[in-house]
């Protein structure tokens, strides 16, 4: 398929899925100027449209990322979290100013990394590619794609190791513990 074509089918799938399309409205009423909703939120929307399922999928967050370098304050963080809660109480948000990643991942991932510069930036280091995709709703509703390494992983079912921040241990560790086969048979995973 053309990228046209698998942006295309993507759009589609998010835009026949309402809880999805209500946490972009939610989002998009925090007025901030760089923002996504994706990662496992995404993946697990188009997964599981791709294997039949229609529902809103198990979730253990939605990620709404977003990038201000002006205010690196976990405050902000939650205040706009509470924010996302009250436009969609039943979503389980987690909100991530990717421009203050950097403060805070030695200690939970144990390597330092370098601060990034934008949101695709951010986007792009997610770790695999299947998830390096979020998807934003501008002013004239129309939805606008971010996939720095493109959306053939996410279309195609495939796992693979993103290794610009992710260890491969923390590689092994995700797909252990995410179970993806189990829950996509269709799914492909790549050893690392």
Known sequence: MSAQADRAQLLALVRAR???????????ELGLAHWCIGAGALRNLVWDALHGRHGRPELADVDFAYFCAR??????????????????PDLPWEVTN?????????AHFGHAVAP??????????WPEPATAVGIWLD???????????GLDDLLQLRVRHNPRRASLATYRERC??????????RVTVEAA
């Open 18 to 28: 309402p809880w999805f399309m209500a946490a972009l409205h939610a989002g998009r």
């Open 176 to 185: 252990a513990s995410k179970r993806y086969t189990e829950r996509w048979p």
């Open 71 to 88: 205010d690196l304050s976990p405050a902000r963080d939650a205040a706009l979290q509470q924010r996302l809660q009250q436009h969609c």
């Open 116 to 125: 990034l510069v934008s949101l695709e930036e951010a986007v792009a280091t």
């Open 98 to 106: 990717q421009a203050g990643v950097h403060l805070w991942f030695e």
């Open 139 to 149: 002013a004239a509703d129309q939805l606008q794609v971010i996939a720095p390494l």
